[in-house]
């Protein structure tokens, strides 16, 4: 036979094959595959062309490894970049460079190549015309134009000669083909990519997870997905969270990726801020669907919208900038004569109506199979002590005995009706290469069962009727059935937090009517889900706030303890904020909305515990480890344990009178065996970690600590330094001029007003300060008597009395500095003025001494190279400030105080609250940092554990990993104390979990049957699984 050889040319001319044979070898390539290294051709990265991008619709692949053979195969063409195939969607993504581009020369070779598909295909024809059609058009198809016509020598030999071949999407379709899968290209309009890669956050509920495996096995499918960036799943709120770019891949493709895993999905919610969907009342028949579709239709602003009428409801995706949601309700009412009422679904009033559906639907199946398994249990166990009964059982119903035909009657219907989910559940599991509970529960029930059976038709045939074990498969699905039950109680418990906080919002709320000069002209009461920024809502006395505003007229006390835990009724008036779900106390308010919908305080909150509960702490890996292997142990230990007594009993080890006298060796291990299956139980490890996790983050937030994510709960419990930093943290942040003092000739007043001037662009709390104290300076006497009189006041004269300050720049840890009417300004400490060669006098530095020995920080001000004064102000200390540190320290915690202020003031302040270290030094242990969250983010980002204090609107600052809402320094022994006693909790979990199946598996396994002659039932094999977890 003759030999098929592929050489490279360089141009046009051909380089003939190396010797040494190995042009005689068969490489198992596909046809015109890459030959980097003799062809001499640029690097992909050197191609000098933009890489592109095509998506395909790959069929034919069943399982992970068709997923590795297409990338393999595509893979290995030259110029291909990345590959990323789907199995769930059936896609495949391929980053190629069109540009590369190689010559090569083919002689020779055996038609009967493995490797080349096309001249096994083109040595069926019968003609050589044929065979030169043939190859030519395939080959065209795969690579493009070609440089020369096709040859035939003979009937065996192909020649091509000086070919240029591009790229095309073409050659991965060939590719993927050769690897045996059929593959299309997906039309570009169907994956085109929008320049900008807007990415949304949005949550599912997914049912049937039993244990850490399932988690596993959902998220890893998830995060496989074409667009999706990551995916977090919670087993014990059953929700997961996948970040996802919507044009890659949209909601219902995720759906549907999750329940093609096994599992139950449904949509929630997003960070989409323009799609809404909203409940309908009155959508009943086609003919109403019709009305709401014409009246979409005619409304400006929609994009899209798509009814369900099923669930009725309709999604709307809209231009917030075109239209309101209130003005889509409105319309769809308006326009529909009454008819049609639409409302904003709530995401968390649809997930607790999905719990209480499972919990519903959980206690049905277990209704039922209790009904079921009730006789069977009572045929097996106290009807043969009731000597009417027992009669009657024995009695014959053609081959079968009544008694045993009637349990297998009974049973099948337990087995195969109310136990259909468990088999569903495991197939989809062993579907896709994972075990779980669920795999369990089928072997052991389906191993009594077809026992049972084959039990039961032997006695039929034989006359001799062995012993049944009907009930064993019944009672352990019940048990199961009980113990799902209590697990979903339970996790419904865990998510109390979020409920409460979800209760706080108002269901409704009353709008001010205004005409377009402003005027009241009535009022009208809404969904609080409606309400827009800039909306004039008015406040009774005794209702919940409806969103996130300011006063805008009347006087009241309003009850903040639900968000910032301060127990004090806090007085409002015009100008003052007021937080959406706290609860005005007296007078009537009208508020203007500046923050609604997922911007309030409260959302953030619920959003912020809500995260935390769906992160995973890093222990929890341990668990994910045990539960992808602790299946299959527990299957091994259970063909260990049969072969063990089998062989025991079959080699005579021990003592007949073991085994029943009804019964053989067979059914004597098999009890033990499936007994093994049933008692082993991964959910208490599975539901260690999170359920912990999640009673942690709702306590704290109902203490005013709210956790970023499970990570940080675990990091927190090694915290050995507490660093504070000083103003706002450990002191109020309320800072107040204590002295002012000229050491030149200057006028007192213009020296504040040359101060105050240079402040004014600073955001630092002391230029508040400053500014404050000058302007009162001034205008002292002179103010109205009402703090609004006051600001508008400061507002109307600020421009005039300030001098205008050129080329203002903040020097950090120093201070600022400026020039006014042409001459350099510096305000801020001793380094700023040594820094700028301006010289302190005696006397100034004696009276700065002073100052910085009572805890007040010295602010220096020099004028045109010359020192010509200084002030003094003060924070005060917070009340709890050494009650803390004290508290700190009998934790085994080291305070460390952090500022930028002088050493004398800085030691001064440390003293008074008990700390001795104002240095931080990092020695490898965990430092945690407090700060206000604001100035501090980069010290809060860079410790182990970064905390945030803040009253309520600072919650959303991203560098920390905890919140204290409430502003008082005690909750930082909270949080500690709160991390601490949930990782001891989970440990002892985690103990018990492995205790329990360390030695009930033994137990069940008949390892103390020697020496007790007790055995454990497999239904009461299945009671002990039940409860183990809950």
């Given at each position: 036979m003759a030999h098929l050889q592929l050489s490279a040319v360089a141009g046009a001319g051909a380089r003939p094959a190396a010797a040494g044979g190995r042009g005689d070898e068969m490489e198992d390539v596909a046809l015109l595959d890459s030959y980097d290294e003799e062809m001499g051709l640029p690097p992909p990265a050197a191609a000098g062309a933009e890489a592109e991008e095509a998506h395909l619709r790959v069929t034919g692949m069943t399982c992970s490894a068709c997923t590795s053979a297409v990338e393999a195969a595509v893979s290995a063409r030259r110029g291909v970049r990345r590959v990323a195939v789907s199995l769930l969607q059936n896609r495949a993504r391929v980053v190629f460079d069109p540009a590369l581009a190689k010559v090569v020369?083919?002689?020779?070779?055996?038609?009967?190549?493995?490797?080349?598909?096309?001249?096994?295909?083109?040595?069926?024809?019968?003609?050589?015309?044929?065979?030169?059609?043939?190859?030519?058009?395939?080959?065209?198809?795969?690579?493009?134009?070609?440089?020369?016509?096709?040859?035939?020598?003979?009937?065996?030999?192909?020649?091509?000669?000086?070919?240029?071949?591009?790229?095309?999407?073409?050659?991965?379709?060939?590719?993927?083909?050769?690897?045996?899968?059929?593959?299309?290209?997906?039309?570009?309009?169907?994956?085109?990519?929008?320049?900008?890669?807007?990415?949304?956050?949005?949550?599912?509920?997914?049912?049937?997870?039993?244990?850490?495996?399932?988690?596993?096995?959902?998220?890893?499918?998830?995060?496989?997905?074409?667009?999706?960036?990551?995916?977090?799943?919670?087993?014990?709120?059953?929700?997961?969270?996948?970040?996802?770019?919507?044009?890659?891949?949209?909601?219902?493709?995720?759906?549907?990726?999750?329940?093609?895993?096994?599992?139950?999905?449904?949509?929630?919610?997003?960070?989409?801020?323009?799609?809404?969907?909203?409940?309908?009342?009155?959508?009943?028949?086609?003919?109403?669907?019709?009305?709401?579709?014409?009246?979409?239709?005619?409304?400006?602003?929609?994009?899209?919208?798509?009814?369900?009428?099923?669930?009725?409801?309709?999604e709307i995706v809209f231009d917030p900038e075109a239209v309101g949601l209130r003005s889509i309700v409105d319309t769809i009412e308006m326009a529909s004569n009454g008819r049609l009422k639409a409302h904003v679904q709530n995401p968390y009033t649809r997930g607790a109506s999905?719990?209480?559906?499972?919990?519903?639907?959980?206690?049905?199946?277990?209704?039922?199979?209790?009904?079921?398994?009730?006789?069977?249990?009572?045929?097996?166990?106290?009807?043969?002590?009731?000597?009417?009964?027992?009669?009657?059982?024995?009695?014959?119903?053609?081959?079968?005995?009544?008694?045993?035909?009637?349990?297998?009657?009974?049973?099948?219907?337990?087995?195969?009706?109310?136990?259909?989910?468990?088999?569903?559940?495991?197939?989809?599991?062993?579907?896709?290469?994972?075990?779980?509970?669920?795999?369990?529960?089928?072997?052991?029930?389906?191993?009594?069962?077809?026992?049972?059976?084959?039990?039961?038709?032997y006695g039929a045939f034989t006359g001799y009727h062995p012993p049944v074990y009907f009930e064993t498969s019944a009672m352990i699905i019940t048990f199961v059935l009980f113990g799902k039950y209590l697990e979903v109680l339970a996790k419904g418990k865990t998510s109390d937090a979020i409920k409460k906080l979800v209760e706080l919002v108002p269901s409704t709320a009353v709008l001010v009517l205004k005409d377009k000069e402003g005027k009241h002209v009535g009022e009208r009461e809404i969904d609080a889900r409606l309400v827009q920024p800039g909306d004039v809502l008015k406040v009774l006395p005794g209702s919940k706030v409806p969103a996130d505003g300011v006063v805008v007229w009347g006087t009241s006390h309003v009850n903040e303890s639900m968000i910032t835990g301060e127990s004090a009724p806090i007085p409002k008036e015009v100008s003052s904020v007021v937080i959406g779900g706290t609860i005005n106390l007296h007078g009537i308010l009208h508020i203007q909305a500046t923050k609604v919908g997922s911007g309030t305080v409260l959302s953030q909150i619920i959003s912020l515990v809500e995260t935390a509960q769906m992160s995973k702490a890093p222990i929890q890996k341990f668990a994910d480890y045990v539960a992808s292997i602790f299946v299959p142990i527990v299957i091994t230990l259970s063909i260990v344990t049969f072969s063990a007594w089998f062989l025991c009993g079959w080699l005579g080890a021990y003592p007949n009178s073991w085994v029943a006298e009804n019964s053989n060796c067979f059914v004597f291990s098999l009890m033990f065996a499936i007994s093994v299956v049933v008692i082993a139980c991964p959910c208490a490890l599975g539901l260690a970690t999170p359920t912990a996790v999640m009673v942690a983050t709702g306590i704290g937030a109902n203490h005013g600590v709210l956790v970023k994510g499970g990570d940080a709960l675990e990091r927190a419990q090694n915290v050995k330094y507490v660093v504070f930093d000083k103003t706002g943290t450990l002191t109020q942040g309320k800072a107040v001029v204590t002295a002012a003092k000229v050491f030149s000739g200057m006028d007192l007043g213009d020296f504040l007003t040359l101060v105050a001037s240079a402040e004014a662009s600073s955001e630092h709390p002391l230029a508040k300060a400053v500014l404050d104290y000058a302007f009162h300076f001034h205008f002292f006497g002179k103010l109205p008597s009402s703090k609004d009189g006051i600001e508008q006041r400061k507002d109307e004269v600020l421009s005039q009395w300030l001098l205008e300050a050129e080329d203002f720049s903040a020097v950090p840890g120093n201070g600022v500095q400026c020039s006014i009417n042409g001459k350099h300004v510096l305000v801020g400490n001793r380094s700023l003025m040594t820094e700028n060669g301006v010289t302190i006098s005696p006397e100034a530095e004696t009276f700065l001494i002073d100052l910085e020995s009572n805890a007040k920080t010295g602010i220096l001000v020099a004028y045109d190279g010359d020192f010509v004064g200084l002030m003094g102000i003060t924070d005060p200390l917070k009340r709890e400030a050494a009650v803390v540190v004290e508290g700190l320290k009998k934790l085994g915690v080291h305070p460390v105080m952090l500022t930028g202020d002088n050493w004398r003031t800085a030691q001064a302040v440390a003293k008074e609250v008990g700390i001795e270290d104002v240095r931080a030094e990092k020695d490898g242990s965990t430092v945690a940092m407090v700060g206000d969250g604001i100035n501090d983010s980069p010290a809060l980002a860079a410790a182990d554990v970064g905390m945030a204090i803040g009253r309520g609107t600072d919650i959303a600052i991203e560098a920390a990993d905890y919140v204290l809402v409430r502003n008082n320094l005690e909750d930082v022994i909270t949080a500690i104390d709160l991390s601490r006693k949930t990782f001891s909790r989970i440990r002892w979990n985690y103990f018990f979990a492995i205790a329990y199946n360390v030695v009930a598996i033994p137990i069940a396994a008949g390892a103390l049957f020697p020496f007790t002659g007790l055995q454990m039932p497999p239904w009461l094999a299945g009671a002990c699984m039940a409860f183990s977890s809950k």
């Open positions: 020369t083919i002689t020779g070779a055996p038609l009967s190549s493995p490797w080349c598909g096309v001249c096994r295909r083109a040595s069926a024809m019968r003609s050589l015309r044929a065979r030169n059609r043939r190859v030519d058009a395939r080959l065209v198809r795969l690579r493009g134009k070609l440089g020369a016509p096709v040859r035939l020598r003979g009937s065996q030999l192909l020649t091509f000669e000086s070919y240029c071949i591009a790229f095309k999407v073409e050659d991965i379709i060939e590719a993927i083909e050769d690897a045996g899968f059929e593959a299309e290209i997906i039309p570009e309009s169907a994956v085109s990519q929008p320049k900008s890669q807007k990415t949304l956050s949005a949550q599912f509920r997914i049912g049937g997870m039993t244990c850490a495996n399932c988690v596993n096995s959902v998220e890893g499918i998830l995060k496989k997905l074409p667009g999706v960036k990551g995916a977090v799943v919670a087993l014990a709120t059953s929700l997961g969270e996948v970040e996802y770019v919507p044009s890659a891949i949209s909601k219902d493709e995720i759906v549907q990726a999750i329940e093609d895993a096994g599992f139950e999905a449904a949509f929630l919610q997003s960070t989409e801020q323009d799609k809404v969907l909203l409940g309908l009342i009155g959508l009943h028949t086609e003919k109403d669907v019709e009305v709401l579709n014409d009246i979409l239709k005619k409304m400006d602003g929609l994009r899209q919208f798509g009814v369900n009428n099923v669930l009725s409801e309709v999905n719990d209480a559906q499972e919990a519903s639907k959980m206690l049905n199946l277990l209704r039922f199979s209790l009904f079921l398994s009730i006789p069977v249990f009572f045929i097996r166990m106290v009807c043969p002590s009731i000597p009417f009964l027992s009669t009657l059982l024995s009695m014959h119903c053609g081959p079968f005995l009544m008694g045993d035909l009637l349990k297998w009657i009974l049973v099948s219907i337990v087995q195969f009706v109310v136990g259909k989910r468990f088999y569903v559940a495991a197939y989809r599991a062993v579907r896709h290469g994972s075990t779980n509970m669920d795999v369990l529960v089928v072997l052991g029930t389906t191993a009594s069962y077809a026992y049972s059976v084959c039990a039961l038709l």
